[in-house]
């Protein structure tokens, strides 16, 4: 049975929002979109960051919110870009990544998926998954963001490619968390 309550997903990116909507969907509830751009501090907390969006985006909207931050963390590079990896993306994109890791082998990498819910009284709530993988050789066609370099593990193919990037994704992961415990809070 799907659950109708108003809960809105607040991002800038139709990607993310799209993806969330399918997998929330499938696990019986239902989001809707409020598009903006929100206050991103500059923290090497993932969880500080997403609190903060949470908090932004319950107060331009004063209804329940989720919100998402994600990261690219590469272990040769410190795990580097991290609670960066939206500058990095605008700034050095997957080809900069590339460069950075040529002549590299070691290419392990992670994708980190913080959902963070606030409804205005209780404190922001995180829910934080994250998916093993590697950064791929080349860059890959298709997909979105860093899909076209991030190989998820037990896969050949990057998230750009993969049949089913929501079965296993990060933000999968996160957001059945948050179901799990949104649905028994109703
Ligand atoms: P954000 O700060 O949460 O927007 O995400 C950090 C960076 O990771 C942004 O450049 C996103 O486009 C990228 N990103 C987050 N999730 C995914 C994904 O599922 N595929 C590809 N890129 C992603």
Redesign the pocket.
């Known amino acids: 049975m799907q659950q109708s309550c108003e809960l809105f997903f607040v991002s800038s ?1 139709t ?2 929002f799209e ?1 969330a909507k399918r997998i929330l969907s499938n696990l019986g509830l239902e989001i809707n979109l409020f598009k903006t751009t929100l206050e ?1 501090i500059q923290s090497n907390s993932i969880g500080e960051i997403a609190k903060r969006k949470a908090l932004d985006a319950f107060s331009k909207l004063e209804k329940p919110v989720i919100i ?5 963390f590469i272990d040769s590079l410190g795990g580097f870009p991290g609670p960066y ?2 500058y990095v ?2 700034t050095i994109g997957n080809k900069g990544i590339m460069r950075l890791l040529e002549n590299i082998e070691l290419r392990n990498a992670r ?1 980190v ?1 913080m959902i963070a819910y606030c409804n205005g009284t209780d404190n922001v709530k995180l829910f934080e998954s994250s998916i093993p993988g590697k950064i791929s050789l080349s860059i890959e066609e298709g ?5 076209p370099i ?1 190989i998820p593990d037990g896969e050949s193919k990057t ?1 750009a490619n993969v049949s089913d ?1 929501d079965k296993f ?3 999968a992961a996160s957001l059945k968390k948050f179901s799990d415990w949104f649905m028994h809070k109703q």
């Open positions: 990116n990607h993310k993806e991103e998402e931050d994600d990261g690219l990896s939206s993306y605008d994708f998926a997909g979105w963001g860093y899909d991030f998230y990037k994704s990060h933000r």
